[in-house]
């Protein structure tokens, strides 16, 4: 006897649904639904199998194999055929299933006599909770159709075993029960701070609510028009460069138009649609497929693609729910911890600063957009939590530590019990470092150290003043540029270059000339994919090809900085020559603004940020050149080790504090000293305390920091003896250790050294 919907499916998923609404226990429901199939599909067996706790699949109702076997024939996940598909989470049609590698013959089931085989995986919440199986005594081929019907009817009986009266939903699998642990990330930090609060979703899901169609034109229709604002919201985001919100990347929009330009995409939904869903739940199924696919992908490179295509049929979801794009336009809970796969820190700006907590990002790197600016605003963001996406539920409790890149979510009582009065001890740590403010930056054994401040956008500035910073020794012009949608006119440039100045009054002030290209993608700016956008076409290298935008940038400089000291230099210079073109545009300009008679600054400070290290074997030629050198140990660094400093795979395998780095910084340091020239570092390394030490005791007197780091560094200063550390340094430097880390540790513990 064939199989083949009597009736067709729709007709099928309405005596489904009919069956499913009506009387009787879910047993009950459970055996009409089965012999409701059987029936309309022509099988001569239909069964369902559910998963039970210890990974076992369990008949719970058959028609057409012995019903004695119902709740006894059990099959391990991974065991026979229907633990293949639960394993596997994969539809499996085979004509002589007998013959398959994995049959495995149950006996009191009586299923010796039919041959061929169609089962699919009951899905619900991404995970599989059963199997359903039509079996015939031909051997026959089951068709695409055949098998989309089968997954439709899987999808209504996921409804009925959420509803629980079937199995505890804690027992449909031991990931479900693990689902309901509390789980950690060891991610990446990358804005200070410690929040606690309730998972937000940047990119809200949208809950199924109607799974059968009442007219399936008219959720084709709906379909139809979802799909063309989809697209049409995605190519206006590619096509205009305005809505692009920064950081985002454009690869990924590229991809999401791909997919949302693909057909079999589409023709997969309206598939599901034809066999009865509404749209919603079209889109769900499918995306349920490619969930369930997803769980068996281990290449990177295709993981990410289909996260991708995910992200997209969340989208499309929400255009189908006319729900609006972000969280943003929701009202938050009073402390919410924002859940993305990536973001730009012009959507970020967009939520509600009093009650958005903390964010945590599967994606980002500490030199990314949004942890920049969340670090201005003081938001604590871990990035690098893998498929974080895939675990967290809204309204979850979170626990995100930006120091130490820790995100834990549903914390026992007892973690967050520890965690609010570590966040106790924090507050009571910021009071002790805001007493520090007004005190002299000056170690034990009477040693000044400059602690400047690295700021970028306004809303940094307050923190001068809280802080105590000597100035600002990094301002990061590029911030302006990343975080408009436009590029920033020469008259806004003024105006925030005026604005900085103001706010620091006499204190000096250090700005850096636009550090894009490369991964520090401007918005509006058409950039080409690089192989290695680090050691690419960025900062200096950009702006020397493309001259008027430094021109200008320079005009504004030398304008908002007109009657007092103007602090300029340049970022990613390589070579002196680059240092000797870049002045030479600022004279060309200020000697422009002279003839017109523009009030100058009474003194322009040019120098360099010291990030290549050819650049550290030019010191001879470059010191007479240069008022001043900063070093971005950042790149710095990360060229020296050749280790992406935004990669975690590879960015923790070697160590700041290695011999050879401080040597490196040590010579840089002591022959801008011995030149009279200068000499700061504006990396992050200077604001961790440990780090810090060292710098001190390799000679650095003067180093920038984001303000939150101000406070512990001046502490650990305050409570320094820089000979002693200089004298320990010096007996280790030419030894072999990988790191220094341990011993200088040891150092400061003995030495009463507060790090
Ligand atoms: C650096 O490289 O250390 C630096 C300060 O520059 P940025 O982090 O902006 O690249
Ligand atoms: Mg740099």
Redesign the pocket.
Known sequence: MAMGAVGGPRALLRRLREVMAGPGSAQDRLDRIVRNIAANMVADVCSIYLMRAGRRLELFATEGLNPDAVHKATLRVGEGLVGTIADTALPLSLPDAQSHPKFAYLPETGEEIYHSLVGVPIIRAGRVVGVLVAQNRTMREYDEDEIDVMQTIAMVLAELVGQGDLVDPAEFSESEARRREPYTYDGVGLAEGLAMGVAVLHEPRVAVERLIAEDAQAEMNRLGVAMASLRKRIDAMLADQDMVPAGEHRDVLETYRMFAHDRGWREKIEEAIRSGLTAEAAVERVQMETRARMGQITDPYLRERLSDLEDLANRLMRHLAGKTETAAGDVLPEEAILVARSMGPAELLDYDRSRLKAVVLEEGS??SHVA?VARGLGIPVVGGCERVLERVEPGDIAVVDGDTGQAIFRPTPEVAAAFSENLLIRVERKAEYAALRDMPATTTDGIDVKLFM?AGLTVDLPHLDETGAAGIG?F?T?LQFMVSSTMPRLAAQIELYAHVLNAAGERPVIF?TL?VGGD?VLPYMVGQREENPALGWR?IRLVLDRPALLRYQLRALLIAAGGRTLSVMF??VADVAEFRQARQILEVERRRLERMGQTLPVSIRVGT?L?VPALAYQLPALLPLVDFI?????????FFFAAD?GNPKVSGRYDLLAPSALKLLRDVCAACTAAGVSIS?????AGRPLEAMALIGLGFRSI?MNAVSIGPVKAMLRSLDVGQCRAYIDTLIEGPDRTLRGKLESFARDHGVRI
């Open positions: 500490p030199t920049i690295n990094l990061r590029e850096r550090d520090k900062a970022p990613m940020m990030e900063s070093v971005g140990s950042n790149d710095l660094l990360q400093r570092l504006c990396g992050e390394m920038s």
